[in-house]
């Protein structure tokens, strides 16, 4: 079992930044590939961000690439998403999820944990 806990989630205005980060516990190791998702009300789960196993590439959906970059500490058991020049459109609920080294990572149904979710909220 790998326990998820996100954090850095909050209120900002359009064009500023904030810092999710991730803390996992239990059997973590650095045998998993490490994601981001997000949902915003109504709408299905998208996936944001991707680190695979070994931190050395990344993979972003299309809407954050160039703003939001994540990065993975595996001594830590951390993720870090970086998001910058925030839009309204990001406003969701941002979920930390881990996958096994093994599969793909840009969809959710890959992943076999993830954390409770933190509130991102970005006014115009």
């Known amino acids: 079992q790998v326990q998820l806990v996100e954090s850095g989630g909050g209120l900002v205005q359009a064009g500023g930044s904030l810092r999710l980060s991730c803390a996992a516990s239990?059997?973590?190791?650095?045998?998993?590939?490490m994601g981001w998702f997000r949902q915003a009300p109504g709408k299905v789960r998208e996936f944001v961000a991707a680190t695979p196993l070994t931190g050395r590439s990344t993979d972003y959906a299309d809407s954050v690439k160039g703003r939001f970059t994540i990065s993975r500490d595996n001594a830590k058991n951390t993720v870090v998403l970086q998001m910058n020049s925030l839009k309204p459109e990001d406003t969701a609920v941002y979920y930390c999820?881990?996958?096994?080294?093994?599969?793909?990572?840009?969809?959710?149904?890959?992943?076999?944990?993830w954390g409770q979710g933190t509130q991102v909220t970005v006014s115009s």
């Open positions: 239990g059997r973590t190791g650095s045998t998993y590939n």
């Open positions: 999820a881990a996958a096994p080294w093994n599969r793909g990572y840009r969809r959710d149904y890959e992943y076999d944990y």
